[in-house]
T-cell receptor, first 112, second 113 residues
Framework: DADVTQTPRNRITKTGKRIMLECSQT?????MYWYRQDPGLGLRLIYY???????NKGEISDGYSVSRQAQAKFSLSLESAIPNQTALYFC???????????FGQGTRLTVV | GQQVMQIPQYQHVQEGEDFTTYCNSS?????IQWYKQRPGGHPVFLIQ?????EVKKQKRLTFQFGEAKKNSSLHITATQTTDVGTYFC?????????????FGAGTQVVVTP
């Protein structure tokens, strides 16, 4: 089983719909991140959380919200999806003492 | 906008040749990391550099952190088909809290046999 699990892996949704992407981890890490990946733009940080009570906006948080339900769970919501939110979304975790970020398998979201 | 820039965006390499990808930041970095993403996969951590002028090697991969801690490079020698993928650098700006790394746009590497 993967240490960082994202659900769903693929999703097609309509403009204006609310959608939630979920991430769970078994690594015991306190830090969790949501990124979106677009061709030519790399990975851009949407939100990050250093513990359950600490949530911070990244560089492109507009149109997104997050919830850290537990240390192991970090969900990303699109309140009203729009087509330019079509992208590959990655969740990642990092331990407090280590440099390495561990990524989930990604969620490919298409907004039509 | 992105503070960490990577060049080139694409790199076509003949198998057996060497190539280098560069990462440049507009601000001083505390450290820099490199990741590799295989086609259809997710980014996987390769290495972290912390010290000014640091050089680290992993088999055919050589990573370097600039003296001013504003740039970094990844050099691959004798490229193999297994090197295909996108290589990202991720820098931690000196004034940002630990863990808030900024990724470059990546260098997509295609290897021709």
């Amino acid at each position: 089983d993967a240490d960082v699990t994202q659900t769903p892996r693929n999703r097609i949704t309509k403009t204006g719909k609310r959608i939630m992407l979920e991430c769970s981890q078994t690594k015991g890490h306190d830090r969790m991140y949501w990124y979106r990946q677009d061709p030519g733009l790399g990975l851009r940080l949407i939100y990050y959380s250093f513990d359950v009570k600490d949530i911070n906006k990244g560089e492109i948080s507009d149109g997104y919200s997050v919830s850290r339900q537990a240390q192991a769970k970090f969900s990303l919501s699109l309140e009203s999806a729009i087509p330019n939110q079509t992208a590959l979304y990655f969740c990642a975790t990092r331990g407090q003492g280590g440099p390495e970020a561990f990524f989930g398998q990604g969620t490919r979201l298409t907004v039509v | 906008g992105q503070q960490v820039m990577q060049i080139p965006q694409y790199q076509h390499v003949q198998e057996g040749e060497d190539f280098t990808t560069y990462c440049n930041s507009s601000t001083t970095l505390s450290n820099i990391q490199w990741y590799k993403q295989r086609p259809g996969g997710h980014p996987v951590f390769l290495i972290q550099l912390v010290k000014s002028g640091e050089v680290k090697k992993q088999k055919r991969l050589t990573f370097q952190f600039g003296e001013a801690k504003k740039n970094s490079s990844l050099h691959i020698t004798a490229t193999q088909t297994t090197d295909v993928g996108t290589y990202f650098c991720a820098g931690l700006v000196a004034t940002d809290s630990w863990g808030k790394f900024q990724f470059g746009a990546g260098t997509q590497v295609v290897v021709t046999p």
